[in-house]
């Protein structure tokens, strides 16, 4: 794995653990509090920033591929496992009691919030507009 996936890793990783407390604070003020809330928030931002760095391994390979055919064979098999991969999490996360299924799939989605509010904290993602 290369510093940058690594580096982009921890950022994802630390967005989904934010965005996970920030929900189950909304939760605990709304709804019924409880450890599967909790337990769900983890079973799904695991899954997801698992997801993340199984899409960045994925990208670095076919970076380095020379026949594009082979590449893009390479990228549509790994998006197909990583959403069967997502399909099962979210599978087992209704079937196994103590996980909130609920939350286990709201958190598959931080990763994505995580990407679309980065560049409000990292200067490096802001897009530079107007005349330099």
Do not use: C, H
């Not at 928030?41 to 899954?47: D, E, R, S, Y």
């Not at 099962?88 to 989605?109: E, K, R």
């Amino acid at each position: 794995m290369s510093d940058v996936l690594k580096k982009e890793a921890g950022y994802i990783a630390a967005g989904t653990v934010v965005l996970s407390a920030l929900v189950q604070i909304v939760w605990a003020v709304f709804f019924k509090y409880d450890l599967s809330v909790f337990l769900g928030g983890l079973w799904g931002g695991t899954f997801a920033v698992v997801n993340f760095v199984l899409m960045g391994l994925t990208v670095q390979k076919v970076a380095r591929e020379s026949d594009q055919m082979a590449a893009k064979r390479r990228m549509q098999a790994s998006y197909q496992m990583r959403m069967i991969l997502i399909i099962l999490a979210t599978v087992l996360a209704i079937i196994v009691p103590g996980i909130s299924w609920v939350m286990a799939v709201i958190s598959l989605f931080f990763p994505r919030l995580t990407i679309l509010v980065m560049p409000l904290f990292r200067p490096d993602l802001r897009k530079k507009g107007g005349k330099d």
